[in-house]
């Protein structure tokens, strides 16, 4: 079956460090990669996705390739800010036609001025 | 409504209480799905409906579980004779359409606490 794992957290950074926070799958065919993030008391939100292989999704400063080939979606950012704060969920969507996403267990980044 | 909205926010429930959650998705969008987030984890699919039908199942933990979409908008999730393994956040999320790399908009979910 699919699955997702990330690495384990918390992520604690000073204001403008670099982000990196890994995701690899398993999964059989072509899944889509996304990465959802969760602020602190709001629902979870789509920050990027990748479709295919060797694509690169990206928005707000935040990157992640679709490496199939070490089946990896590592998240990256070159100057992250206290409002960046939040809980990333690696996700991937996979083997149904409607979406269904499997997660990995999410990792807290807490950035500091 | 602007976005995807669950009613109620929190819920407390005592061992053996029936529970019922709603969620209320973006108006005119066909797939609903419902997911469940244990303390520390990431959303576990439950099931799936586009529109009123019930697509996808598999992801309901026991026969406890039961969801219904009667009119193709709102959704209930029902949990019969709560147990305390089933306290967690319950999220909803929808999309505009049946697609496996469509965005999906979710709620700030129900947490449920059963004691």
């Known amino acids: 079956g699919n699955s997702v794992t990330q690495m384990e957290g918390p992520v604690t950074l000073s204001e403008e460090a670099f982000l990196t926070i890994n995701c690899t799958y398993t999964?059989?065919?072509?899944?889509?990669l996304f990465w959802y993030v969760q602020y602190p008391g709001e629902g979870l939100q789509l920050l990027l996705k990748?479709?295919?292989?060797?694509d690169k999704g990206s928005n707000k400063g935040f990157e992640a390739t679709y490496r199939k080939e070490t089946t990896s979606f590592h998240l990256e950012k070159g100057s992250v800010q206290v409002s960046d704060s939040a809980v990333y969920f690696c996700?991937?969507?996979?083997?149904?036609?409607?979406?269904?996403?499997?997660f990995g267990q999410g990792t807290i980044l807490t950035v500091h001025p | 409504g602007a976005g995807v909205s669950q009613s109620p926010r929190y819920k407390v429930a005592k061992r053996g209480q029936d529970v019922a959650l709603r969620c209320d998705p973006i108006?005119?969008?066909?797939?609903l799905f419902w997911y469940q987030q244990a303390l520390g984890q990431g959303p576990e699919f439950l099931t799936y409906?586009?529109?009123?039908?019930?697509?996808?199942k598999s992801g309901l933990p026991s026969d406890r579980f039961f969801a219904e979409r009667p009119e193709g908008s709102v959704s209930t999730l029902k949990i019969q004779r709560t147990q305390q393994e089933d306290s967690a956040v319950y999220l909803c999320?929808?999309?505009?359409?049946?697609?496996?790399?469509?965005?999906?908009?979710f709620g700030s979910g129900t947490q449920l606490s059963v004691l």
């Open positions: 999320a929808s999309s505009l359409v049946r697609r496996s790399n469509e965005k999906l908009f």
């Open positions: 999964a059989t065919g072509y899944p889509s």
């Open positions: 108006s005119g969008h066909v797939s």
């Open positions: 990748a479709t295919k292989a060797d």
């Open positions: 996700a991937l969507s996979g083997g149904t036609s409607y979406g269904k996403l499997t």
């Open positions: 409906f586009q529109n009123e039908a019930q697509l996808d």
